[in-house]
């Protein structure tokens, strides 16, 4: 690498978590990243880098986040103790398989799973329909 040229700035995994969380939180309410600049007083361009943990959400702005998306503070450290784990490199199945979890339900398509069956007022059509998905699932196996 040349001496003067730039390096990437890898993200802090703090950072890229509490971003996770606040892109799941705010997906999860249908609220756009511009929507939700514009209650910051921010542009959706920062929101963006906040989401991806580009840049540090600071404790003010991070309550601002909490009271607007209806969430405690705390929402955002949820599962941080296994990332924390892995950080020191003491990873094992259990946050393999959290890790896993946390990005399905992150991203777009579990978020909109989640909430069609969450609309699914009748408990045994949920019931028929879990029972279908395990029967199809490559582990055949329920949580």
């Known amino acids: 690498m040349e001496p003067n040229a730039a390096k990437k700035k890898v993200p802090n995994p703090a950072d890229v978590h509490v971003g996770g969380r606040i892109r799941m939180r705010r997906m999860i309410l249908g609220i756009s990243q511009e929507k939700l600049g514009q209650a910051l007083g921010v542009t959706f361009q920062q929101v963006q880098k906040y989401e991806k943990g580009a840049t540090r959400v600071g404790a003010g702005r991070l309550l601002e986040i909490a009271n607007y ?40 398509e579990g978020i909109k799973l989640n909430n069609a069956f969450l609309g699914i007022s009748d408990p045994t059509v949920r019931r028929h329909l879990l029972d279908l998905v395990v029967s199809m699932s490559r582990t055949g196996q329920e949580s």
């Open 69 to 108: 998306l209806g969430v405690p503070v705390g929402y955002f450290f949820e599962t941080a103790v296994l990332d924390a784990l892995e950080t020191r490199g003491s990873r094992g199945t259990i946050a393999t398989a959290t890790d896993e979890f946390d990005e399905f339900v992150k991203s777009s």
